[in-house]
T-cell receptor, first 115, second 113 residues
Framework: NAGVTQTPKFQVLKTGQSMTLQCAQD?????MSWYRQDPGMGLRLIHY???????DQGEVPNGYNVSRSTTEDFPLRLLSAAPSQTSVYFC??????????????FGDGTRLSIL | DQQVKQNSPSLSVQEGRISILNCDYT??????FLWYKKYPAEGPTFLIS?????DKNEDGRFTVFLNKSAKHLSLHIVPSQPGDSAVYFC????????????FGTGTRLKVLA
């Protein structure tokens, strides 16, 4: 009964380093997304995917890449970490397609600090 | 430009009383709205949702009201309990448009025993 699993839970990087945040779901959900949560800013959408092989940009995509080679996995890549990317990152998934609206299920987050 | 707004960053309510959390949106393409609850160090968990074809949805102590003409929704919690103390996010979705779930900035609810 894993749901949405994010790894790692915590990470400290130096400016300029690259890293991949992992997200996996075992519910066969088509829709997956990445958010960052910052104080006073709520949850801001970084990238999302409506199915394997399909990704699109959210509200704050700069500095991040994603790919969706399988239904289960949706990794988020930081190409060259910057202090402004210090945040808590959440991955979510849902079975929403078309008019079949369903709520998203969230992972427990990755707390990332960039020094 | 923030499409989903929660103008009250915090709210304190006495145990047993009603908690009312508000959310406004600007995009008329949104037709599915959700409320999530978030405890510290955990991911958000789904609470209740409403489709734009309805103006009210109820689930136990939680009721969501939607006023499409005003582009406003609210979450009512009755009676409030100390375990309800958390951050509440509203979110909106446009399945026929951008396929994006857009979240508000959250309201921190504190229920006082």
């Amino acid at each position: 009964n894993a749901g949405v699993t994010q790894t790692p839970k915590f990470q400290v990087l130096k400016t300029g380093q690259s890293m991949t945040l992992q997200c996996a779901q075992d519910m066969n959900h088509e829709y997956m997304s990445w958010y960052r949560q910052d104080p006073g800013m709520g949850l801001r959408l970084i990238h999302y995917s409506v199915g394997a092989g399909i990704t699109d940009q959210g509200e704050v995509p700069n500095g991040y890449n994603v790919s969706r080679s399988t239904t289960e996995d949706f990794p988020l890549r930081l190409l060259s970490a910057a202090p402004s990317q210090t945040s808590v990152y959440f991955c979510a998934s849902s079975s929403t397609t078309g008019a079949n609206n369903q709520p998203q299920h969230f992972g427990d987050g990755t707390r990332l600090s960039i020094l | 430009d923030q499409q989903v707004k929660q103008n009250s960053p915090s709210l304190s309510v006495q145990e047993g009383r009603i908690s009312i959390l508000n959310c406004d949106y600007t995009n008329s393409m949104f037709d599915y709205f959700l409320w999530y609850k978030k405890y510290p160090a955990e991911g958000p968990t789904f609470l209740i949702s409403i489709s734009s074809i309805k103006d009210k949805n109820e689930d136990g102590r939680f009721t969501v009201f939607l006023n499409k003409s005003a582009k406003h929704l609210s979450l009512h919690i009755v009676p409030s309990q100390p375990g309800d103390s958390a951050v509440y996010f509203c979110a909106a979705y446009a399945p026929s448009g951008t396929y994006k779930y857009i979240f508000g900035t959250g309201t921190r609810l504190k229920v006082l025993a």
